[in-house]
């Protein structure tokens, strides 16, 4: 078992920075790719990114591409969000999520870990 646990949300404003942190506890990160999503309210789930078991080549949602960055410490067991140029609508609660799979999945299902999630809000 793999618990994880996210934290680093806030209120930021437009244009700002925040830097989500996703910590893991139980087994090591090492093995797992690591993605995070994102729910808005009265929204489904949606892809951010993800990163894989050996941190090459983040792949990201269009609408975050180039303003949101993955890394991973596996040295720390965790993985991080850093998200620059904010804009109200990427306001939602970010969840990271753990996978045994090599490669890397945009799909929620294939995960096999989640965090309990973090609020991100950014106002304009």
């Known amino acids: 078992q793999v618990q994880l646990v996210e934290s680093g949300g806030g209120l930021a404003q437009a244009g700002g920075s925040l830097r989500l942190s996703c910590a893991a506890s139980?087994?090591?990160?090492?093995?797992?790719?690591v993605g995070w999503f994102r729910q808005a309210l009265g929204k489904e789930r949606e892809f951010v990114g993800v990163?894989?078991?050996?941190?090459?080549?983040?792949y990201y949602a269009d609408s975050v591409k180039g303003r949101f960055t993955i890394s991973r410490d596996n040295a720390k067991n965790a993985v991080y969000l850093q998200m620059n140029s904010l804009k109200p609508e990427d306001t939602a609660v970010y969840y990271c999520?753990?996978?045994?799979?090599?490669?890397?999945?945009?799909?929620?299902?294939?995960?096999?870990?989640w965090g309990q999630g973090t609020q991100v809000t950014v106002s304009s």
């Open positions: 999520a753990a996978a045994t799979i090599v490669g890397v999945t945009t799909l929620s299902s294939g995960y096999d870990y």
């Open positions: 139980g087994r090591t990160l090492r093995n797992y790719a």
């Open positions: 990163i894989s078991w050996s941190g090459a080549s983040p």
